[in-house]
Nanobody
Framework: QVQLVESGGGLVQAGGSLRLSCVAS????????MGWFRQAPGKEREFVAA????????EYAVSVKGRFTISRDNAKNTVYLQMNSLKPEDTAVYYC??????????????????WGQGTQVTVSS
């Protein structure tokens, strides 16, 4: 069973930065694409960013492109989300997810097979 544990959330002022981390269990982390998603109160969970199994391909939601950066360290079984120029509308619970299929180039909400428990990000104005 794959376990994903997010950390790094918190309270930050608008314009500030946070870096989220997600550590995965298991020996095959580098086989799978990883993604970050978020869910604000009263809203559906939405895609934020994804990275391919190799790290060579990334994808971003329009709302975060240019402000957020997804990366991975396969030696540490960890995927990161660097969030800069944060806005109040970025406030949400952020989840990481692993793709269902090995060797995937992306991890959108339909392709996510395992989820972490989430970490709260609150951006004050």
């Amino acid at each position: 069973q794959v376990q994903l544990v997010e950390s790094g959330g918190g309270l930050v002022q608008a314009g500030g930065s946070l870096r989220l981390s997600c550590v995965a269990s298991g020996r095959t982390f580098n086989w799978y694409a990883m993604g970050w998603f978020r869910q604000a109160p009263g809203k559906e969970r939405e895609f934020v960013a994804a990275i391919s199994w190799s790290g060579g391909s990334t994808e971003y939601a329009v709302s975060v492109k240019g402000r957020f950066t997804i990366s991975r360290d396969n030696a540490k079984n960890t995927v990161y989300l660097q969030m800069n120029s944060l806005k109040p509308e970025d406030t949400a619970v952020y989840y990481c997810a692993r793709s269902r299929a090995a060797w995937a180039l992306t991890c959108n909400i339909n392709e996510a097979g395992y989820w972490g428990q989430g970490t709260q990000v609150t951006v004050s104005s």
